[in-house]
């Protein structure tokens, strides 16, 4: 519905997608994808398309109204975590390997639980569950969200390239909400102290905090204080030391044009290519051709 208003004021504004992308700005594909109802939008997006397209406000109400991820079943383990998350005020998390949940693409979550999902069934539930926890964290005054993504998460992967340049743009259109903050643990900081697994330190309110971990298919919780306290002086020397947010963009932006370019035709060969080539040519030749004895000079003989 929200994809067929969308492009009812685009056309009728003379607009391609392109046109409109360029305005916003974001990807054609972006818009396509939300015209053709594949992509959820984010309400900054809604508002932006009622101000280009001077619509009066009706695409920010109508995505207000829109029930994007009806309520869906969790895993029976993951259960308490997801609870946790529809009643957060701040989450602080690092994360290793693969981009959070809370800031997964559908096609990358799709891409990802089909690595252990056989049934399509399944994956589809999943994926619905997973973007059912992001909404509250993507609209005005929603909770905070700091994240430092270890640099393995933008290098690992999943999918295709175009899923990572789909997740790439995700990770930079959310890292501009007032509310999130992404910072990219590089990989050549070895000086930087890492946790050892995936973590989140949680914020409930009524000033109740929990520090969450995961171990295969488990979820482990702990409320003492001390150890929250312990994990947050190691979470804030992370943050201290990681790229800034600005500069985790950048990074992120130059990750994604390494995907862009995998996509790409292999590039015709150069000159230095050329030579090379000419080069083991003209080995093979000389290896190929007759040998002559040369003539040596005899030694000479002492006299006695």
């Known amino acids: 519905m929200f994809g067929e208003v969308l492009r009812h004021f685009r056309e009728a504004a003379l607009l391609t997608q392109e046109a409109l992308a360029r305005q916003i700005p974001c990807d054609r594909s972006h818009v396509a994808r939300v015209e053709a109802g594949t992509r959820v939008p984010q309400d900054t997006f809604a508002k932006t398309c009622d101000e280009l397209l001077s619509t009066g406000g009706v695409l920010a109400r109508l ?4 029930d994007w991820y009806p309520q869906v079943e969790h895993p029976d383990w993951f259960a308490r975590r997801a609870r946790m998350d529809a009643e957060a005020v701040a989450i602080r998390a690092y994360q290793t390997q693969v981009i959070p949940g809370l800031l997964q693409t559908p096609g990358y979550a799709a891409a990802l ?4 999902l056989a049934d399509v069934q399944d ?3 999943r994926v619905r569950a997973r973007m059912s926890r992001q909404q509250r964290f993507l609209v005005e005054g929603g909770p905070f969200y700091l994240v430092v993504l270890d640099e393995s998460c933008l290098r690992n992967m999943v999918g295709s390239p175009e899923v990572m340049r789909d997740q790439s743009d ?5 890292g501009s909400l007032p509310n999130i903050r992404i910072q990219i643990a590089p990989s050549n900081r070895p000086e930087i102290d890492r946790p050892d697994t995936s973590l989140s330190l949680i914020e409930l309110p009524d000033a109740e905090r929990w520090v ?11 409320d003492d204080p001390a150890v929250f306290a312990q994990h947050m002086r190691t979470y804030d020397l992370l943050r201290a030391d990681a790229l800034s947010a600005p ?12 995907y862009e370019a995998d996509d790409q035709p292999p590039a015709p060969r150069g000159d230095l290519d050329q030579e090379q080539s000419q080069r083991r040519q003209r080995r093979g030749l000389h290896r190929n051709s007759p040998r002559f004895p040369r003539n040596r000079p005899r030694p000479r003989q002492q006299e006695p």
């Open 170 to 174: 995700h990770l930079l259109a959310v």
């Open 113 to 116: 639980f089909s690595r252990r």
């Open 123 to 125: 994956v589809a539930e």
């Open 63 to 66: 995505w207000g109204r829109i």
């Open 212 to 222: 969450y971990s995961e171990s295969l298919d488990r979820g482990h919780f702990s």
């Open 247 to 258: 500069q985790s963009a950048d990074l992120i932006s130059d990750v994604r044009e390494g």
